[in-house]
């Protein structure tokens, strides 16, 4: 079985990578934020036989980075900068004066300083 195979044949469970971040830590946001975002930026200069693999991972460390309570700062500021680079373009932009915006950006600054 070639790792495009596996991978594809995996898409329902949690991939090899993501699950050595998960594994042994109760609190693995800012591993799997970090992770997703060399995921992002990895799918746009990828092979397309490479996307395959890269889109199951990608759909594992987001269903981890939503799904699992925070249990730290700084698990809660891997998950509010997630959201914000995730859906921000969703979420935000709303408001004319961009307060939308600043809200998720002054939440992510004061809890980083508590």
């Excluded at 980075?65 to 959201?83: H, M, N, Y």
């Excluded at 932009?93 to 980083?112: E, H, K, Q, V, Y």
Aim: hydrophobic share 40%; glycine share 4%.
């Amino acid at each position: 079985m070639n790792r495009r195979d596996f991978f594809v044949t995996t898409a329902a469970a949690t991939s090899v990578p993501t699950a050595l971040i998960i594994a042994g830590t109760s609190n693995p946001h800012r591993r799997l934020y970090e992770r997703w975002k060399d995921l992002f930026s990895n799918s746009n200069s990828s092979q397309e036989d490479d996307l395959d693999a890269l889109a199951v991972e990608m759909i594992a460390v987001e269903r981890e980075i939503c799904t699992a309570p925070a249990k730290s700062r700084d698990a809660l500021l891997a998950q509010l900068e997630f959201a914000r680079d995730a859906f921000g373009d969703f979420w935000c932009g709303n408001f004319g004066d961009g307060n939308d915006t600043r809200l998720l950006d002054n939440m992510i600054a004061s809890i980083s300083e508590m």
